[in-house]
């Protein structure tokens, strides 16, 4: 089974802080993508990344920025945390089609 | 820009009917389309899933019909069951440069009433 790890389920942030969101995946995923969901706009896409060192952005990428280091490790980086950026973050990794998603992280920013 | 649209917002339906959810999309280059089940308080997971080369496959009591000159897309449970509720949310892919990124719909919130 494929298994797509979020480093931390909860966070609770203030408003200016620096946020790192670190996500694992343990099958050689090329893919990798970050999601925020918020109830009636479904799952919006942050970023993604089809490679090492590669990245695009998605629909909604002001205020993040990503790195992919590593094959399997893909980080979500809030550069100074705003309240709106209140929110589920979700990680997903795939190889051609479907999507393995983490449990995800909810972070508050106060 | 790309999107896709997903109807209902919420469905309720009797326990043993059929539930229909439908989507559309804008990118007429988008070759496969996922449906996703989330449960309260678990992750999106992969319920079916059909490529643009086909127009129907289905799973047991789960089907996805696609019209890809009309560029829209359906989900059917049959004979439905109390387990069937949550969240769905319908997906498309969009050719992105190398990649291909997955646009979700805002999904439909089904509830089974026994």
């Known amino acids: 089974d494929v298994k797509v790890t979020q480093s931390s389920r909860y966070l609770v942030k203030r408003t200016g802080e620096k946020v790192f969101l670190e996500c694992v995946q343990d099958?050689?995923?090329?893919?990798m993508f970050w999601y925020r969901q918020d109830p009636g706009l479904g799952l919006r896409l942050i970023y993604f990344?089809?490679?090492?060192?590669?990245?695009e952005k998605g629909d909604i990428p002001e205020g993040y920025s990503v790195s992919r280091e590593k094959k399997e490790r893909f980080s979500l980086i809030l550069e100074s945390a705003s309240t709106n950026q209140t929110s589920m973050y979700l990680c997903?990794?795939?190889?051609?089609?479907?999507?393995?998603f983490g449990e995800g992280s909810r972070l508050t920013v106060l | 820009g790309e999107n896709v649209e997903q109807h209902p917002s919420t469905l309720s339906v009797q326990e043993g009917d059929s539930a229909v959810i439908k989507c559309t999309y804008s990118d007429s280059a988008s070759n496969y389309f996922p449906w996703y089940k989330q449960e309260l308080g678990k992750r999106p997971q992969l319920i079916i899933d059909i490529r643009s080369n086909v127009g129907e496959k289905k799973d047991q009591r789960i089907a996805v019909t696609l019209n890809k000159t009309a560029k829209h897309f359906s989900l059917h449970i049959t004979e439905t069951q109390p387990e069937d509720s949550a969240v769905y949310f319908c997906?498309?892919?969009?050719?992105?440069?190398?990649?291909?990124?997955?646009?979700f719909g805002s999904g439909t919130r089904l509830s089974i009433r026994p």
């Open positions: 997906a498309a892919s969009i050719r992105y440069s190398s990649a291909s990124k997955i646009i």
């Open positions: 099958m050689d995923h090329e893919n």
């Open positions: 990344s089809y490679d090492v060192k590669m990245k």
């Open positions: 997903a990794s795939s190889l051609r089609g479907g999507l393995f």
